[in-house]
């Protein structure tokens, strides 16, 4: 459907080759009439072909239960189909209006404590409410029979960023719905107080309604409640994007559906990986958050949106072609960002690159926030910035449709464990698992290794080496799944924290990781956490933060690989190796950063046989990235560094990037440079 898709993006007297698709979100309601005119010639002169039209417009679709006024749309989509610009139309159902708040409070939200969550800003709805069900359903159906035969409708955009602001609410409704799932989970009241555990504190359960979600209470809520609360959230968020896709399904059933999901930071509420399969191509919105590791995290969410995807075509939805407006300071973009952030996602396999959102808002809590036309008008370096993109996305229309190539190294990401490993009342709360994930990759980065970031659920065969950062939950399945993978030749490493407990987030007994204990031929008594700003150094192998173990080795064939030289554990194994079957399984204790990681890394790669595919001088300061296809292989090389990098003995048609006068490929910096390859 991605490549349909992709073929109607050519302009009135295009071909049918497939494009990359350019845009933004487009909220011309925000806008009086005469703008409108201006917007589309302007997006013609940037090179736009796709814009996201109604996210926002449920009170002007609707101004009243029984009102409806299409006039505008109508128009807008005109504008854009004359203009040869397709419109990803939103079932504009992400912010309900006043008349359906004032007439029916209860959609409104409920937090742990009891707060309601009020109108006033967006997306202030349960997720499980049936009244705001049949208001939703009834407009996203208007919608989906009012432009179903629309020429310029290319794709459905479900609501907005689904959990954004709603994903865990705590109201009566939820309370009815958890009750639901949890007897979809468990069946029986014994099984549940099993999973949960809850001989302990007094809590069995002798009724189903006794149960609630996880509300302030007066110390840590019962884990394994938070935890299957965490999931059903999830699930409940899910089942309405469900709904919505059926009736979109059921009046267009040839027109492409998507929600835009948020693979960034700490958006962790929503298991996206389980949500993958219920849309018909995966969407991404992404913002770089300013840090050291920023542009790492922003390859890092690309490349994980890519696993979530299975390697195949996603569009990113939204990103900012400079500063956002919702971080406590909000930096600007330097001159080579805007490109290089979005040609880092399409090197990841993004298909489109959109923004949040054409015109920048003269009003409004978003108006500072950047946009494709800022305040400032075309004339701008923004803009200039802008149509200059929309001419290279057209130069690398061969990549459009192309798969991202495997690679040999895979970073295991898994929303249960993220979910668990970072609860209260366990034995330290500055545990952070994206940074450790992260942490990996950066290292991954700097030694010029390319890696896939992937889901338990991949097929981990592919990867001769699999990082499993924290891999906090691993249920009976998993545990043979990995020891299988590395009986079989695969090259394990796990670390601190990891396989400690089963799916009911009950302890695996017997000494940590019992999930693993074996296959890694370790034994842990007591885990030995350390206070913010305390360190422990290891011998040659850097310097330890926030989590040591007290490890014994019980498999006499496990190497060490490092001690501890300081600390509670001085002289005991801090990182270990032992051969299992064809393959190996390692463990690394505690939490060595990005340098410690790749001066450890050597020792961890050597055994799996992968190396860096960069030339040496080009190792650290540029990433690389291969998508492939049936015409060609097209290798995107990223520099992470504001200095120049040349990049000789490379051959290829150039389709991005400039050239020294010998013809050797030369990155400034923070450029992107794309060369097709041969097939093969
Ligand atoms: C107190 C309580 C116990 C237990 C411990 C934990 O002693 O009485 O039930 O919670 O604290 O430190
Ligand atoms: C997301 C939302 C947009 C806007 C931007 C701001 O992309 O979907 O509506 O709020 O964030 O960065």
């Not at 208007?142 to 459905?156: F, G, I, V």
Request: hydrophobic residues 40%; aromatic residues 8%; charged residues 20%.
């Amino acid at each position: 459907m991605i490549s349909t898709l992709l073929s109607q993006l050519n302009g009135p007297d295009g071909d049918s080759t497939p494009r990359l698709a350019y845009g933004a979100d487009y909220n011309p309601e925000q806008w009086p009439r005469e703008v409108w005119e201006e917007d589309v010639r302007l997006m013609r002169e940037a090179g736009v072909n796709l814009v996201s039209v109604g996210i926002f417009s449920w009170a002007r679709i609707q101004p009243a239960r029984d009102q409806w006024d299409f006039g505008w749309l109508d128009e807008i989509m005109g504008l854009l189909h004359a203009g040869g610009i397709g419109v990803d139309l939103a079932t504009a159902t992400a912010s309900p209006p006043p008349w359906l708040t004032t007439a029916h409070p209860e959609i409104l939200p409920v937090t742990a404590s009891g707060e309601t969550v009020w109108p006033g800003a967006r997306q202030h709805w349960r997720p499980t409410s049936p009244v705001f069900r049949e208001h939703a359903l009834r407009l996203v159906r208007t919608m989906a029979e009012r432009y179903a035969d629309h020429p310029a409708l290319a794709a459905w955009h479900i609501s907005n960023e689904l959990g954004c602001h709603n994903i865990y609410d705590y109201s009566d409704d939820a309370a009815r719905a958890f009750r639901d799932w949890l007897r979809d989970r468990y069946t029986t009241l014994d099984a549940l107080n099993h999973a949960w555990g809850t001989a302990f504190w007094s809590q069995r359960y002798s009724d189903w309604e006794q149960i609630l979600p996880p509300r302030l209470a007066a110390s840590h809520p019962n884990p394994t409640q938070q935890l299957d609360f965490k999931r059903f959230s999830s699930d409940a968020l899910k089942e309405y994007l469900r709904a919505e896709r059926d009736v979109l399904r059921e009046i267009t059933p040839d027109v492409p559906v998507t929600t835009n999901f948020m693979v960034m930071g700490n958006t962790k509420g929503m298991n996206y990986p389980d949500w993958a399969g219920e849309i018909d191509f995966v969407s991404n919105d992404h913002y770089v958050h300013p840090g050291p590791q920023d542009r790492d995290e922003l390859s890092f969410s690309a490349n994980l949106t890519s696993g979530i995807a299975s390697g195949r075509p996603w569009f990113l939805m939204e990103h900012s072609t400079s500063a956002v407006n919702w971080q406590p300071v909000n930096v600007a973009k330097r001159p080579g960002d805007l490109a290089r952030d979005s040609l880092l996602h399409v090197a990841h396999g993004a298909d489109a690159v959109c923004y949040f959102q054409w015109r920048q808002s003269a009003a409004g809590a978003e108006k500072y926030h950047s946009a494709m036309v800022p305040h400032a008008g075309a004339d701008s370096e923004v803009f200039r910035a802008v149509t200059a993109l929309g001419q290279t996305l057209k130069a690398l229309a061969p990549v459009a449709g192309t798969e991202r190539e495997p690679a040999r190294v895979g970073i295991v990401y898994d929303w249960e464990s993220w979910w668990a490993s970072e609860q209260d009342s366990h034995p330290t709360a500055l545990l952070d698992y994206r940074q450790e994930a992260l942490d990996w990759y950066s290292a991954l980065l700097a030694l010029g290794v390319r890696a896939d970031v992937v889901t338990t659920t991949a097929d981990l065969d592919r990867y001769d080496l699999l990082i499993a950062p924290v891999l906090h939950v691993i249920p009976a399945p998993l545990a043979k799944e990995l020891t299988r993978y590395a009986e079989t030749g695969g090259h394990l490493v796990t670390t601190y924290f990891s396989g400690v407990v089963d799916e009911n987030d009950h302890i695996w007994l017997g000494g940590h990781p019992g999930a693993l204990r074996d296959l890694l031929g370790i034994r842990i008594e007591e885990f030995g956490p350390l206070l913010d700003g305390d360190s422990v150094d290891l011998d040659g192998a850097g310097t330890g933060t926030l989590w040591t173990d007290r490890i014994t080795v019980t498999d006499p064939t496990v190497e060490v690989l490092a001690h501890y030289r300081t600390g509670t554990y001085a002289g005991m194994p801090a990182v270990t190796r032992r051969a299992a079957g064809q393959g190996s399984a390692s463990y690394v204790s505690t939490r060595l950063g990005v340098d410690g990681l790749a001066g450890l890394l050597p020792e961890l790669l050597g055994p799996a046989g992968v190396r860096s595919e960069l030339p040496a001088e080009a190792r650290g300061s540029v990433e690389q990235i291969v998508r492939r296809g049936p015409d060609g292989r097209f290798l995107f090389l990223v520099n992470r560094t504001d200095g120049t990098v040349p990049l000789t003995g490379l051959s290829g048609e150039v389709l991005v990037g400039d050239t020294d006068s010998e013809g050797s490929l030369v990155l400034g910096p923070r450029d992107v440079a794309v060369v097709r390859l041969p097939a093969g």
